[in-house]
């Protein structure tokens, strides 16, 4: 097809393209598609929309993965051919509220974008000023950051020119919208301690300090990160963590007392004392004093005494068995 165009029709564009952008208007679309993102659902939503359709893009509440969203355009022959005839804006401010029931918005637009005479064009939508989005041959990213406190984004593919032919106004665009996530993960730290007192201790996140906030969470680079905690008051206990992209992890670590631990397995026939009081059966973990000890087995007349010094911040573990061996000369 043959492109036209004239210079008159140039000169209008400029002008609606120079006065149109923050100014609060009224209009009809003649659809309105409603797309919802979230960092769980991490891909496109397609949608087929006409050159007077407009999309609301829903958000969740907790943007802290998003750093934008991205909107694929295919774009028909019929639009291509005609540069400049057709573009996409975004508005603030929009009433009522998106949804697939309404087609009378007003609102004040903050950016337009012509659709490139290409098959296929990307736009980056910012979402936060410390976003990594970036222009480049296929990809348009907008300007502006729109004001999100509804929780969407209000999208307006418009014509923009005159004179265009029938097929151009009647042709259909197939769109995807997904959201651009941060390349973080989130991490919720659960400490458990002993007692309901509240001990101080230090949080080490691969070997460097890091003061978390009041839910104890904090944004890490995805990959695999070592968590220390260290107290005075209990040992330190390390634990390995891996963190997903846009994705929340609880790592949970229950700090131990000091005082020394013992723990004793034997068989069943075995009695066992610790400094002379019997202990019934496999006795599970339990603390002891710092210092020496007497452990004494009993299997019928058989007796074995053991001694063990108690050290703070040590767990020892007592098994006893009975074997027998038989070789061949």
């Known amino acids: 097809m043959k492109r036209v165009f004239c210079a008159g029709c140039f000169f209008?564009?400029?002008?609606f393209m120079s006065t149109a952008v923050c100014q609060a208007e009224s209009f009809r679309t003649h659809k309105t598609h409603i797309v919802s993102l979230s960092a769980e659902n991490q891909k496109e939503q397609s949608l087929q929309t006409g050159i007077n359709d407009s999309i609301g893009v829903f958000l969740p509440d907790d943007l802290m993965f998003f750093e934008g969203i991205e909107v694929k355009v295919q774009i028909p022959p019929a639009v291509a051919n005609w540069r400049?005839?057709?573009a996409l804006a975004a508005y603030d401010g929009v009433a009522p509220v998106p949804s697939a029931s309404k087609i009378d918005y007003s609102g004040?637009?903050?950016y337009i974008q012509p659709l490139p005479s290409k098959v296929n064009w990307i736009m980056q939508i910012p979402l936060r000023y410390d976003n990594s989005l970036k222009d480049g041959p296929y990809v348009t990213k907008m300007n502006v950051i729109p004001e999100i406190s509804g929780h969407f984004v209000f999208l307006r593919?418009?014509?923009v020119m005159k004179g265009v032919p029938e097929e151009t106004l009647e042709s259909v665009l197939s769109v995807s919208v997904k959201p651009v996530l941060i390349d973080k993960g989130r991490l919720v730290l659960?400490?458990?301690?002993?007692?309901?007192?509240k001990t101080p201790f230090v949080v080490l996140i691969d070997d460097k300090v890091t003061e978390l906030p009041a839910d104890n969470?904090?944004?890490?680079?995805?990959?695999?990160?070592n968590v220390c905690?260290?107290?005075?008051?209990?040992?330190?206990?390390?634990?390995?963590v891996y963190i997903d992209r846009a994705r929340t992890t609880v790592c949970e670590i229950s700090l131990k007392s000091l005082m020394p631990t013992v723990s004793i397995s034997v068989p069943d026939n075995v009695d066992m004392f610790f400094d002379d009081q019997k202990i019934d059966g496999t006795a599970a973990e339990f603390e002891v004093s710092e210092g020496e000890h007497r452990l004494r087995f009993l299997m019928g007349s058989y007796e074995i005494i053991?001694?063990?010094?108690a050290e703070k911040g040590k767990s020892y573990s007592v098994n006893l068995s009975v074997d027998l061996e038989i070789t061949e000369e």
């Not at 400490?191 to 309901?196: D, G, L, N, Q």
């Not at 260290?230 to 390995?240: A, I, K, L």
């Not at 053991?306 to 010094?309: G, H």
């Open 306 to 309: 053991r001694s063990l010094n």
């Open 12 to 15: 209008s564009l400029l002008f």
């Open 229 to 240: 905690i260290q107290s005075d008051e209990y040992r330190n206990e390390v634990s390995s």
């Open 190 to 197: 659960s400490v458990k301690t002993p007692s309901s007192a």
């Open 108 to 110: 004040k637009r903050i």
């Open 217 to 225: 969470s904090i944004l890490l680079d995805t990959g695999v990160h």
């Open 157 to 159: 593919f418009m014509p």
């Open 84 to 86: 400049d005839s057709v």
